[in-house]
């Protein structure tokens, strides 16, 4: 006779806030948007480079080259362990800050580097570094939307050293370059909390969707008294277990459970009391079966109990225990505690739910006419 094991019941999972949620989904598009920019960039370091060749000092401008191509690679190493860990959920979070360090190393080399490599007298050169800066900044913009603080912080380590430098100069063209910058940061980080507000919004209404179809589905196959699943649950998901054991050619077997007395409890108690001893039974229950197993209240107060590769001597015994569980616990009343008792049929031998069912329910109707408060096995007339 095989006895299934009673497990102990799983811990009751916290569900991610809708704020972590959204954070995560954040950096994973931020993961997605940003891998191209690392090569984007690289391609306009080698433009810049090709337009001041011979205009600046050409040791510094390899100095920076190196510099660049140093960061660019440490980024590149990044995104390709990332891609081999394939973080998923709250995992993703941990990501946040080496993601952050890479990037603000490589936008200080583009911006403490041009500023470097920019000469010190009035030429075109100033201007033309400026424009590209101003188009990685934007670049940036784009690219790093969906994080608004890492999205700033690109812009500045971009723009900011060049920016101080033009502001050091003597000239008016130098300053006019150095204002027209600063506007275009103050204008960029405005924008950036727009962005960043209308992505957060979106998201935050996907989850809601979602969570709402969750909360929609949860409904339609609970029963909202007692929290197992209802009738229409309890079949999908028995007929699941029934084509596994099928399959496999393990057993199942049924159970057919009838609070006694029912009517009467609420009738000198009161409904309040007949709802705490379904309670009280569905929590027995979900607490003493299987996780393999499916309880469900399939009537007013008629439970049914699925077990998976259990024969019917195991499948009597697990019903005894439990209406031995359940007359050991008083439900509190007005008046007394009240001892409650289970009739229960007990089925097995076939891969039908619907004979299952019907021959559990003959036999939990012979034991109340035995006189309730007991389990029979169903036996099929000779």
């Keep these: 006779m095989r006895v299934p094991e009673s497990l102990p019941e799983p811990p009751a999972t916290v569900p991610v806030s809708y704020a972590t949620q959204i954070r995560a989904e954040t950096l994973v598009l931020l993961f997605r948007q940003s891998f191209p920019a690392v090569f984007y960039s690289a391609v306009v370091a080698l433009v810049l480079s ?33 891609f081999r860990v394939k973080p998923r959920g709250e995992d993703i979070l941990r990501w946040e800050l080496p993601f952050t360090f890479t990037l603000l190393l490589s936008s200080l080399v583009w911006g403490v580097g041009t500023a470097w490599i920019t000469p010190m007298d009035y030429g075109v050169e100033r201007g033309v570094v400026l424009y590209h800066l101003v188009g990685m900044a934007a670049g940036a913009m784009v690219t790093y939307s969906a994080h608004r603080l890492i999205n700033i912080l690109a812009m500045l380590a971009v723009l900011l050293p060049s920016t101080i430098w033009l502001y050091a100069q ?46 929609a589905e949860h409904m339609a196959r609970t029963d909202p008294l007692t929290g197992i699943h209802n009738r229409r649950s309890f079949v999908e998901l028995s007929e699941q277990i029934i084509r596994h054991g099928l399959r496999n050619a393990s057993p199942v077997s049924a159970l057919l459970i ?87 049929g007990v089925a097995s031998g076939c891969y039908d739910l619907t004979t299952l069912l019907r021959d559990a329910d003959r036999a939990m109707y012979q034991a109340k006419a035995a006189g309730r408060n007991r389990v029979l096995r169903y036996q099929p007339a000779p």
């Excluded at 090709?50 to 401008?61: E, P, S």
């Excluded at 439970?303 to 616990?329: C, K, P």
């Design 50 to 82: 090709w337009t001041l060749w011979g205009q600046v000092d050409t040791t510094l401008l390899q100095w920076w080259m190196a510099a660049l191509a140093g960061s660019t690679l440490i980024r590149l190493l990044f995104f390709l362990q990332y």
């Design 170 to 215: 003597e000239d008016r063209t130098a300053l006019g370059m150095a204002l027209s910058a600063t506007l275009f940061m103050v204008i960029s980080i405005k924008a950036t909390k727009i962005m960043a507000d209308a992505m957060q919004r979106s998201l935050q209404m996907r989850y809601e969707l979602h969570h709402a179809h969750q909360e």
């Design 258 to 344: 009838d609070v006694d007395h029912f009517k009467q409890i609420n009738d000198q108690h009161g409904h309040h009391v007949g709802d705490m001893v379904l309670q009280h039974l569905s929590t027995l229950m979900a607490n003493r079966f299987r996780g393999s197993d499916v309880c469900g209240r399939i009537g007013g107060e008629e439970f049914a109990v699925l077990l998976a590769d259990t024969d019917l001597d195991a499948a009597e015994y697990v019903a005894q225990q439990l209406g031995q569980s359940l007359a050991a616990i008083a439900i509190p009343t007005l008046a007394q505690p009240l001892k409650i008792t289970v009739s229960i």
